[in-house]
């Protein structure tokens, strides 16, 4: 079947957030005391989302500790969400392209509601997104299909229709899930060991670049 819309995940495949989000996990680091850590050690984990994100910088709390800091970490990301947040480079070109075309496109995303439209509302592309759906716009979300497949009601579109973009195995199996093709996005927030053996998408992208070139050449 022919791919008339893209969904893309948010963070490590259509923006790179990884800089402010970096920048509020070690700001809350030397507000508790802790070490800052290293930018290539948060990077990796930035797609696991907050929680994955504090344990790392204080991997020996749980409980009401580990929340306290996971709340601090996520106010300051709040409010510098869009210091340092781009579309990764490459992709704009992309974009152009899905306008240029008159293709559906939309984000899928496991981030808060709150977060995503904070992000967002400072942000400008080509064409508007028909649908964004975050991580609590129902009571599921990725790997479940119903995010993708409410986003494609939303973009017009049937799901055999879609191709949907992630950087992390749950978006692939979602896409799967949801009776979609699946792209890979290899040059997001993975860890080093990752393999595309392991991931059984449909196509698989080392750079930004490469999406473009997809959408430009292929669709």
Excluded at 61 to 74: D, K, N, T
Excluded at 105 to 132: A, H, M, Q, R, Y
Excluded at 154 to 181: L, S, T
């Amino acid at each position: 079947m022919s791919i008339q819309c893209i969904l893309f995940d948010l963070d490590g495949t259509l923006l790179d957030t990884s800089y402010d989000f970096a920048y509020a996990l070690n700001q809350t680091c030397r507000h508790y005391g802790q070490q800052p850590l290293h930018y290539q050690d948060i990077r990796k984990t930035v797609s696991q989302g907050g929680l994955a994100m504090t344990q790392l910088a204080f991997p020996g709390l749980a409980g009401e500790e580990l929340e306290a800091r996971r709340q601090y970490f996520l106010d300051v990301y709040f409010k510098n969400i869009d210091h340092h947040t781009r579309v990764f480079p490459g992709l704009a070109a992309g974009l152009a392209e899905i306008s240029n075309k008159n293709l559906s496109w939309g984000i899928v995303t496991n981030k808060p509601g709150w977060l995503t439209e904070k992000l967002l509302e400072n942000l400008s592309f080509p064409s508007e997104p028909l649908s964004v759906i975050s991580g609590d716009t129902l009571s599921v979300r990725k790997p479940h299909p119903e995010p993708l497949l409410l986003a494609a009601e939303q973009c017009g579109v049937k799901p055999e229709n879609c191709i949907y973009i992630g950087d992390h195995p749950r978006d692939i199996e979602a896409g799967i899930n949801a009776g979609m093709q699946t792209g890979a996005a290899m040059f997001g927030y993975l860890p080093e060991a990752a393999q595309e053996s392991a991931w059984p998408a449909n196509f698989f992208f080392e750079t930004p670049i490469e999406i473009t070139h997809f959408i430009r050449e292929q669709l």
